[in-house]
Each structure stands twice: as C-alpha cells, then as structure tokens.
C-alpha cells in the first residue's frame, strides 16, 4: 500500500489542476492515475487540436475579405495538420509529465478504480498497486461519447477522429448539431471534404440565443456545408468495415437511411451527438456507492471535478471545480476553514465557428422559464466602427439579459468576429452582479469591439425612455 495525501484518478486538465492546487507550496503529496496520455481529452483530442486548426482559418477569412488574399486561394492541408500535431505534442505527454514531477505530482500509469475509502487499486502495465489517500480521493474520469447504436456497427468517427485527421474523406455526413459538429463542419470543409450536417432539430446549437443558431448556419452555408434539419437517422450499414486507426476512413462508403426512408451515401461519418459521464467502472461498489450517488452528497474524502461530475463539459468549468475542490482540500489538511464556494457561478462558452459566438449566463429564454422580468438590448455588430473595421463583411450581434428588478446583467451573447475575447468582460460583469448605471462608466476604447457594450447600454438606456 502506498499512501498519498491526495490520489487523483484522471489526468485531464481538471485532474491536474485538483492535484496541484491540493498540494501547491506544502509537503503534501499526490498521485495523478492515468491510463491514456497525461493531458487529457481537451490536450490531445479537443480544445487544442480543434482550435490549432480553426485560427488558421480565421485569419485566412479576415486576410481574404480584407484584400489581402484571393479568394480562391486553397487551405495548405498539410500546414494546417502540421501545426494541429505541433499543438498535441505530436500525441506524445513527455511535457505534460514533466510538469506533473516539477509539481511534486507522482504520475501513476494505468487504470484507476475505488478499492475502498480512501483506496484506490491501478491496474498497470507493471501490475497492480494499492494507493491509499489520507485526506482526499478525487475522480476527474472526463467524459465518453454518446454513439447511437444502430451507428456503432460501421465505426463512425467520434471527436478524436475528427480532430486527428489524417485521410481527408471526399465526403463526410456528420450526425449532430451542437458544438463539436459545427466547429468540425468548419475545418472539414476547408480540408477539401463535402460536409452535409444531419441535425435532428430545427436550428444549431438549440441550447444557445436563436440569432445565434443562425448566424451560424449562414456561416457554414458560406462554406460550402450542406444543413439539413429534421433528420432522424434508423439505419446504417457500410461494406469492408474496419479499424483504420485515428483519422483515417474506417472502411468503405457509408449508407444513411432516414424515417422518411430517403437514403444517402458518404464516405465517411462523423457522429457527434453528444457525451455523457464517464461514471463506469469505477469501483464505487467498494466504497458502498451506486453512480446515483455521485449527484448526491459524497463522503467528506470524495470530490467529483470535470465532465464526470455532470457539469458543464468544459475544460475551463472543470478547472474551475478543481481549483474549489484542489483549496479545500488543501485548507481542511492544514485545519483551515475552507473557501465558501459561490452559490452559483455563470458558465461562460464560445464557439469558435465563422462568426464566432461568446455567451455567457443565462438565455433571455431560460431567464424566463426562470420567472425573471427582463430586458434584452440588442445590437448589430457594425453598429460599432471597432467591431465592423474586424473584418469587410464582418455580420453579427449582441444581447444582453437584464434582470428588470435589479438591473443586473443576468447573461451576454456576441455573435461575429473575434467575439471570444470580449466575453470575459460580460463574465465579470455577470458574475459581480454590476449594476447596470455602474457599466455606463466603463468607458470602452475607440475603435475597438468592446465598444459595442455602449451601443447595448444605450439600446437599454433607450428602451427605459420609451416605457
């Protein structure tokens, strides 16, 4: 049996992050339980490589609308590739590893079940171990995808897939309307393949504002990518069906039937409907635990951080859990009063698709199935000279949530180019509750995009006149 102060079963983002801050400047040690790449989903097969490939594509868009490059001009592939491999440490956690040791963090290879409270047993490649944890076991296990199973007989491609490509399919369908099938569509079809999106309901991203989804649409439409809404797949089936390995085209064409029967051919398919907590196989038996009770009050040396603890499935969400869960353990170890945690934090998100959308807090729709009183400014984008010089054709909105009673900002959402940097303001002001006749002092810089806050204060400013 070894012992730890802290054993951690998963080394993603958030695993790393709760690890360290549970031990950072002390003598406490911890051990990070990781069967894959230290690193994690988002370091190797999400947020990195995805978004390796997307900037590119951006500052291809502002340089050819902006004259700087002839429209026609193709995507290099094999530059866009390249950088992507730089970016995922060519799939290799040497780096990552390295980090983990200079933190103090023992990296313990292989698979990581509850063996008993405060026990976790590791089935590696050097055998089995027993780590005993004297303040905190933490499980950061991430997430899976969800594959429909009448899908799952001709090995469609998931994320990882997707973002590791390496055989450009001539066709691709892809199965989904959500984050990963719209930011996948963009790169895709700038790679050379003919995207048709098959989305089940009638809009993208439904959980986002409607001018959103449709922007979005527009964007993609511009691309070349055919959408189609309504879809509901029944059946699937592919000839010479085999595991080509990541990225590669995993057989011959791909056959879609559809409830209405109607049918069409792809070379490849790309499922991306959605991913769930990755709550099995985790021993919890041992501890007396069902997977019900992981949304449940836990025992005082268990902590859930990440996609696995059915929060938001995002990187910078469950690092944020981390950094609560990593201070508590470490201020109850040293007999300290932990941090009160917020009630309720805003989940910010941005869809780096052309136009971007950043949005944060609550839906002017959900703030009402909340029982709020709103108002919602809204502007276009141009309406601001810093935003309409990003790009020529730059389109896109902006809308702010107001709860009527406090006049608070409840929620934002920026919709055009580059708008991922301007939503950190928005989650400042959501988070503090800033009073809205306090934001009117906040006095944005000309000509830059943030200017478009004046213009939805004054939109606001003006719906109070004309009540």
């Known amino acids: ?57 951006d500052v291809r868009a502002a340089a050819v609308q902006l004259g700087g490059l002839p429209a026609s001009m193709d995507v290099d592939a094999a530059a866009l590739l390249a950088r992507r491999d730089t970016w995922v440490s060519h799939y290799t956690d040497q780096g990552q590893v390295r980090w983990a040791e200079g933190a103090g963090i023992t990296v313990v290879r292989g698979i990581g079940r509850l063996a008993g409270e405060r026990t976790v047993g590791v089935a590696g490649p050097e055998g089995v171990r027993a780590l005993r944890a004297r303040h905190a076991v933490v499980l950061a296990t991430g997430s899976r995808p ?129 991913r769930t907590p990755a709550r099995d196989d985790l021993g919890l038996e041992t501890a007396g635990l069902s997977p019900a009770d992981l949304d449940g009050p836990l025992p005082e040396w268990l902590y859930l951080v990440g996609d696995v603890s059915g929060g938001a499935p995002l990187t910078h969400w469950g690092k944020y859990q981390a950094r609560l869960v990593g201070d508590r353990i470490a201020a109850l170890a040293e007999g300290r009063t932990p941090p009160a945690e917020p009630v309720q934090a805003p989940v910010p998100q941005v869809v780096f698709t052309d136009p971007q959308v950043a949005t944060v807090g609550l839906t002017a729709a959900r703030a009402r199935e909340a029982g709020y009183r709103l108002r919602t400014p809204e502007v276009p984008l141009d309406s601001a000279a810093g935003a309409a010089l990003l790009r020529d054709d730059a389109t896109g909105r902006a809308l702010l949530v107001i709860d009527d009673n406090t006049d608070t900002v409840l929620g934002a959402t920026f919709v055009g180019p580059d708008m991922a940097e301007l939503l950190h303001a928005a989650t400042i002001a959501v988070t503090a509750k800033v009073p809205v006749d306090v934001l009117w002092h906040a006095v944005p810089s000309y000509p830059t995009a943030s200017e478009l806050w004046l213009r939805l204060l004054e939109a606001d400013r003006e719906t109070l006149r004309t009540r």
């Not at 990541?246 to 064409?253: D, E, N, S």
């Open 146 to 274: 969800v594959i429909p199973e009448f899908l799952s007989p001709v090995l469609p491609w998931g994320s990882r897939d997707a973002t590791g490509i390496i055989e450009v399919p001539d066709s691709i369908a892809i199965v989904g309307g959500g984050v990963v099938a719209c930011e996948a569509a963009r790169w895709l079809a700038a790679l050379g393949s003919r995207v048709t999106m098959l989305v089940r309901g009638r809009r993208l991203l439904p959980r986002f504002e409607p001018f959103a989804s449709d922007l979005i649409a527009d964007g993609l439409a511009s691309d070349g990518v055919e959408l189609r809404f309504g879809v509901q797949l029944t059946a699937a089936d592919r000839p010479d069906t085999r595991d080509t390995g990541l990225g590669r085209v995993h057989g011959g064409p791909v056959r879609l039937v559809e409830a209405d029967d109607r049918e069409s051919t792809h070379a490849e398919v790309l499922v991306a409907t959605g």
């Open 1 to 57: 049996m070894e012992t730890f102060d802290v054993v951690v079963i998963g080394a993603g983002p958030a695993g790393e992050n709760a690890a360290d801050y549970a031990i950072k400047g002390s003598s406490r040690t911890a051990a990070l339980v990781e069967s894959g790449l230290v690193g994690g989903e988002c370091s190797y097969y999400a947020c990195m490589p995805s978004k390796a490939m997307l900037r590119p594509l």
